[in-house]
């Protein structure tokens, strides 16, 4: 445990280790004798007005770049005489009266605070002012004990050395003596030193009172601290013994591997053997034939019977021929080179040696690392439905998911625990989490019990929607070219009108509340607003003809910023139209005639381009974080229809679809598979599409100049 962290106050000054001598404290209130400060300031230079406090190196400004400006520790040099006194009666040697600096001192007085001698003693009792004085024998055993709290000693100014600090000047908060009050404190609020001490004795209590709740939770926090040290202690040791034991397997890996070469070896080189002795057995067979063959017709030809020459002769000639005919067909190259080759590359091994495995600071736990990668491009969930988010780790963090904690609280304060699942990967963890009931959600991801980057998160958990029974619920009238809807958590529903240059917000029940913008080319005006997209309480609305996107307050329609320029650089855009959030702090615009996406951060930083193979006119983040562009002159959606496209917290794709030279418009409704369970027609022109907290359909219908809500 902490032990109690109160400095123990002594009289002696920290520099020259003798007792305090005009004792000034410093705002850091470490106190030293005028005399030592003085001579570290010449040491520091005489320029500088300011000084470095000898205990805890703060840096102090002087004022006037004196040392004699500083606070004098009034109380401090009490303290100091006291004590002073004190230990020379302790020690029991002589001391010098002085009043007369002739005798020894026999006496003290208590209250003119002096060492008396005989002489001076008997004086000091004739003396009709002082004869009421307390006088202290100084030979007694129990003097120390008999000296009473000793009366306070005048103080003098500093800059008048005959005049006693005897004022509070309440504007500068010092002492001041008489002279200078019309100098150095004029037309200063001021009192008398002893009307306002009382006042300042309550206020260091109160300041005393007011730290009482510093102290306890400051030295639970070096408890924990110390607690910490240990863990880290023992958790060194815990990693430096899963590295010994890890590379004791590798050795063993790497022993048994030597094994498995050195029997493969001896397998090679006894087949390589076998193949070569079957040769050379072949040949020593053919020589051994020759040899004796030979050796028979020398010998049969050296008789003169031709009988016994004849009776022979065919045999000898046939084998000898034979074994020519062989000779002749026999490789007389060992066939087997012999060689054994290895494939043993160190350089290569040892640089994945050394890269093999590392060791990370605890640092590393820290909450900003980490984030959630995907789950959260739809602020919404389905009661009693299992809501996934990835949460993206620290590259090759082990055992960090295991710190993670998730929790989904409820608007009313109602708190359901969440699941942390660790992906074999080691750089993922998914948190899991189950709403119970309809409503505001708030989710919860702490690592040690801090939030992670973006932490507490927002969802609006909604009741399951069957798509195949679709009803129009309503109508909003908007006016000309209705191209972008978006609806706020509140309800609200916001529609482009393209003609004339606004955005109409509507309350839940189709009343027109108040418009966003005007017709124009300004700050804050639209020539032709086209998409539009709700982040919290931003509105962003893409503008077609003026080629940027600018985003409003959507409850004042106050206008924050705009990015975007026509051209097609980064971050500049040829007639932009659809947009989305990946839930992560990014906005993505769908540049139709640059056939591509571009990233963006909220404050409009440009982040990346996403390169699209055709004319890009809507785009939407699924909560696995998948980008789905509408291509609309192929006719596909990276995968599926053109046009405009969205996707519900369950994985519901809707893609409204225009057949221009027909007429025909239709909203299909697909499964996560991609399966149609849902086609709506009766559509005129629909354009974009937006779905609200209970998952709700409302599409832009250009033509019907309207948004329909289904």
């Excluded at 445990?1 to 003798?18: D, G, K, L, Q, Y």
């Excluded at 100014?157 to 002279?179: F, G």
């Excluded at 966003?516 to 020539?527: A, L, M, R, V, Y």
């Amino acid at each position: 445990m902490a032990e109690n962290t109160s400095p123990a106050i002594t009289m002696t000054c920290e520099v020259c280790s003798e007792y305090y001598t005009d004792p000034l404290m410093l705002p850091c209130l470490h106190s030293f004798c005028k005399k030592c400060l003085i001579k570290a300031k010449e040491k520091q230079g005489s320029a500088d007005t300011s000084l470095k406090c000898p205990t805890c190196d703060t840096s102090v400004n002087l004022p006037d770049g004196k040392i004699e400006g500083l606070t004098q520790n009034i109380w401090l040099a009490q303290q100091v005489r006291e004590a002073s006194v004190k230990d020379k009666m302790s020690k029991k040697e002589s001391t010098l009266c002085e009043q007369c600096s002739d005798d020894t001192a026999v006496t003290f007085c208590c209250e003119c605070w002096l060492f008396l001698c005989d002489f001076c003693t008997t004086a000091h009792k004739r003396i009709k002012s002082t004869n009421q004085h307390k006088l202290v024998n100084m030979g007694k055993e129990s003097v120390i004990e008999e000296l009473p709290i000793t009366a306070q000693q005048p103080v003098y100014c500093p800059r008048h050395p005959r005049s006693e600090l005897l004022y509070y000047c309440n504007d500068c908060e010092i002492m001041t003596c008489l002279n200078c009050l019309p100098t150095k404190h004029k037309d200063h609020a001021y009192d008398d030193y002893i009307d306002v001490g009382e006042t300042a004795r309550k206020a260091l209590k109160e300041s005393v009172a007011s730290c009482d709740g510093v102290i306890p939770p400051v030295t639970e926090a070096i408890a924990n601290g110390e607690k910490m040290l240990e863990q880290i202690a023992t958790r060194k040791e815990e990693v430096r013994q899963e590295i010994k034991e890890t590379f004791e397997e590798l050795k063993a890996a790497l022993d048994k591997r030597c094994n498995d070469l050195l029997m493969e070896t001896e397998k090679i080189a006894s087949a390589k053997r076998n193949s070569v002795e079957k040769q050379l057995d072949g040949f020593c067979k053919l020589v051994k034939q020759v040899s004796h063959g030979r050796h028979l017709a020398s010998s049969v030809s050296e008789r003169t019977d031709p009988g016994e020459v004849l009776s022979v002769k065919k045999l000898i000639t046939n084998q000898l021929e034979e074994c020519i005919e062989e000779c002749k067909k026999l490789p007389l190259e060992i066939e087997d080179k012999g060689a054994i080759l290895t494939r043993l590359d160190l350089p290569f091994l040892s640089k994945e040696i050394n890269k093999f495995g590392s060791v990370f600071e605890f640092d590393q736990l820290e909450p900003s690392l980490y984030s959630i990668d995907s789950g959260l491009a739809i602020p919404m969930a389905t009661v009693e439905k299992e809501r996934k988010f990835k949460v993206a780790l620290p590259a090759g963090i082990d055992k960090a998911a295991s710190y993670l904690k998730a929790s989904f609280i409820k608007s009313d304060g109602s708190k359901e625990e969440g699941r942390v699942v660790i992906v074999n990967d080691n750089n993922t963890a998914i948190v899991s989490c189950t709403p119970q009931s309809i409503g505001g959600y708030e989710l919860s991801v702490t690592i040690r019990g801090h939030h992670i980057k973006g932490s507490p998160y927002q969802l609006s958990v909604k009741v399951s929607r069957d798509y195949t029974t679709l009803t129009n619920q309503r109508s909003f009238q908007v006016g000309n070219r209705t191209d972008g809807v978006a609806v706020h958590t509140n309800g609200e529903v916001f529609a482009g009108n393209c003609n004339d240059g606004f955005v109409q917000v509507f309350s839940e029940d189709g009343t027109a509340v108040r418009r966003i913008g005007s017709k124009g080319n300004g700050n804050g005006q639209f020539d032709s607003p086209w998409g539009l997209l709700l982040v919290r309480d931003r509105l962003y609305v893409s503008d077609y003809n003026l080629h940027c996107v600018q985003y409003f307050s959507a409850t004042t329609g106050q206008l924050i910023g705009q990015f975007g320029s026509k051209g097609s650089g980064n971050g500049q855009f040829s007639n932009p139209e659809g947009m989305s959030t990946d839930g992560k702090g990014n906005i993505l615009v769908a540049d139709y005639n640059n056939k591509r996406v571009q990233v963006f951060k909220e404050d409009g930083t440009f982040v990346q381009v996403i390169q699209c193979d055709g004319k890009a006119s809507d785009v939407a983040v699924g909560n696995e974080g998948k980008i789905h562009v509408t291509i609309c002159d192929q006719h596909h959606v990276q995968v599926f229809s053109p046009d405009a496209v969205a996707i519900d917290d369950e994985g519901y794709i809707f893609v409204s679809v225009y057949y221009r030279y027909v007429g025909d418009s239709y909203l299909h409704v697909l499964n996560p598979d991609g399966k149609q369970v849902k086609l709506v027609s009766g559509l005129s022109y629909p354009v974009g599409i937006a779905l609200d907290q209970d998952g709700c359909i409302y599409v832009a219908e250009y033509n019907n100049k309207c948004i329909t809500k289904y």
